[in-house]
């Protein structure tokens, strides 16, 4: 019979691995393991500690439960890690409208199926995450197809 634990330590020598950490893309740190011979990245953690200390803490908890019980063994030490240590979390802003911006729609003066549309001074206003879905909230607002609707400028506010 053969012995899995055995051949996963021989494919996976953990002093291949370099524990570190990088800085995250909102600040603070997050866990990094990289193949020192290869450079390759073998985990990136999602969460983000205050401390680059904390962050590499992270790393050797998913590298040894790695090394212990493949991806599950992993993912469940990393989780218990960052349990242990809630508090050296840094906090999460929260935003609901995190992707949707104002964008301004130009109308033209135009005649839609005998409805004269647009020509005002003012542009629409409307609340959107591209200017695609901008023209079509303007367009659904005018009560007109948005496909047959000629724009003019459309801008982020």
Known sequence: MINF???REARLDPVDYTVGSEKGPKGGFR???KHEKKGTTMY?????FKSAKDAEGHAKAYLDGY??????GASRAADVYVTKNKSKLMKEDVQLDEGFSNWS?????????GKKIGGGKTPIVVKARSAREAIQ?????????FKFLKTGKVTKE
Do not use: F
Request: hydrophobic residues 45%.
């Open 5 to 7: 634990k055995s051949l």
């Open 31 to 33: 866990a990094h393991i």
């Open 44 to 48: 990136l953690g999602g969460k983000i």
């Open 67 to 72: 090394a212990a019980s493949g991806d599950r």
């Open 105 to 113: 729609v130009a109308i033209p003066a135009q005649t839609l199926n």
């Open 137 to 145: 909230k303007a367009a659904k607002r005018l009560g007109v197809d």
